[in-house]
């Protein structure tokens, strides 16, 4: 059993939120905190009356408290909880991987990349608005867009490392794009 054997663990939303000694992952599981999503196969704690696997994936069960104690920074995941994650101009639901980034003043025309001018957009969206500000196109945003004070749900604070165990993988997928801090203009 190796001191190092860490257990990735996942917001409720199934985000990757942080990593513990697989001692502590069983206390939060064995206190009903979390669940057991991925075990790993070949290791097994013994004692004098039982034996169980060691979790390497354990979600929490329910939903963690929004971030209150720095803000956010600016990166594509924030921007995408920020917009719970529907397109700002139909409202629409997006799933992450079909989100797309617009610059509500294009960048042509002097939109700066920041909160108050990113928002996230459906594809079609996207296309129909293509390079002219909301008003040419005739698009009205839910909401003029600002640099949140908390987000409904803490960010991802893993990315997929080489050398991990495999069982992370999935979980981890896209964290690094998604995850990453954006150059804000000005
Ligand atoms: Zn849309």
């Known amino acids: 059993m190796g001191a190092q054997m ?68 600016f990166s594509r995941a924030n921007v995408y909880a920020r917009d719970e994650g529907r397109c700002q101009y139909c409202g629409r639901r997006v799933p992450r991987h079909d989100a797309t980034f617009d610059h509500v003043v294009p960048r042509g025309r002097g939109g700066k990349t920041g909160w108050d001018n990113i928002v996230i957009a459906c594809l079609p969206c996207n296309r ?37 165990p495999l069982t992370w993988r999935q979980y981890l997928r896209d964290t690094r794009y998604w995850g990453a801090r954006l150059e804000q203009d000005g």
């Open 6 to 73: 860490e257990t990735l663990i996942l917001t409720a939303a199934w985000e990757p939120v942080g990593r513990v000694g697989w001692e502590r992952a069983m206390t939060l599981w064995l206190a009903g905190r979390a669940e057991v999503v991925e075990v790993y196969e070949d290791r097994r704690v013994r004692t004098v009356s039982v034996h169980f696997e060691v979790p390497s994936v354990l979600r929490f069960v329910r939903g963690l408290r929004p971030q209150t104690k720095r803000r956010p920074s």
């Open 128 to 164: 129909v608005k293509a390079c002219r500000t909301p008003d040419e196109a005739g698009m009205a945003l839910l909401a003029a867009p600002r640099r949140p004070h908390v987000l409904p749900r803490a960010p991802m604070m893993v990315t997929w490392e080489k050398g991990m």
